[in-house]
């Protein structure tokens, strides 16, 4: 069975830095892109970016391009988000989703909560 | 970036009707359209990839057609556990973009 286990979310004042973890099990982790979503409270959902296989290829929407990082450890079977700068705008839900042109699998989601 | 607008915004329906949701993207996307589904409180499902491939698991009654800029997704005979947002998403270009949801109740 897929699994994918979002972690690390909370509660982080503007300006501070966070870091999400996405531990997956039941497939092959190094054999997929992985990707980050989001939704904030009551709104749609936002992709982040995107990582390959071997992260060689990260892609990110261009407005968090330079306040969030994706990486990963294939040996630990995990998925990063690293978010710095963070603002009141970025309070949202975050998935982490196995990306195959679409998302076939998604975590639980952890919510973030950026507020003094 | 490609726009999807969907429509409507909000829908009412009652047990056993059929409902068809609209996705409208803002420039030829070829069929690169997934749909999902999210549940109260829950990360949103696949329900259908290349605009018609219903995904594993997922009941017959939902199917999915449409090509170039205009896509649907229809459910047949309506049932309570259908109550959901549904949200397209196209993944012909980067970034991958979604439409705004579809908030579907029962009446």
């Known amino acids: 069975e897929v699994k994918l286990v979002e972690s690390g979310g909370g509660l982080v004042q503007p300006g501070r830095s966070l870091k999400l973890s996405c531990a997956a099990s039941g497939f092959s982790f190094n054999d997929y892109w992985m990707g980050w979503v989001r939704q904030a409270p009551g709104k749609g959902l936002e992709w982040i970016g995107e990582i390959n296989q071997d992260s060689s290829t990260i892609n990110y929407t261009p407005s968090l391009k330079d306040k969030f990082t994706i990486s990963r450890d294939n040996a630990q079977n995990t998925l990063y988000l690293q978010m710095s700068k963070l603002g009141s705008e970025d309070t949202a839900i975050y998935y982490c989703a196995r990306e195959y042109s679409y998302f076939d699998y998604w975590g639980q989601g952890v919510m973030v909560t950026v507020s003094s | 970036d490609i726009q999807m607008t969907q429509s409507p915004a909000s829908l009412s329906a009652s047990l056993g009707e059929t409902v068809t949701i609209e996705c409208l993207a803002s420039?030829?996307?070829?069929?690169?359209l997934a749909w999902y589904q999210q549940k109260p409180g829950k990360s949103p499902q696949l329900l259908i990839y290349y605009a018609n491939s219903l995904n594993d698991g997922v009941p017959s009654r939902f199917s999915g057609s449409g090509s170039g800029t205009q896509y649907s997704l229809k459910i047949n005979s309506l049932q309570s556990e259908d109550v959901s947002i549904y949200f397209c998403?196209?993944?012909?270009?980067?970034?991958?973009?979604f439409g705004g949801g579809t908030k579907l109740e029962l009446k």
């Open positions: 420039e030829d996307i070829y069929s690169n």
């Open positions: 998403q196209q993944n012909y270009d980067s970034p991958p973009t």
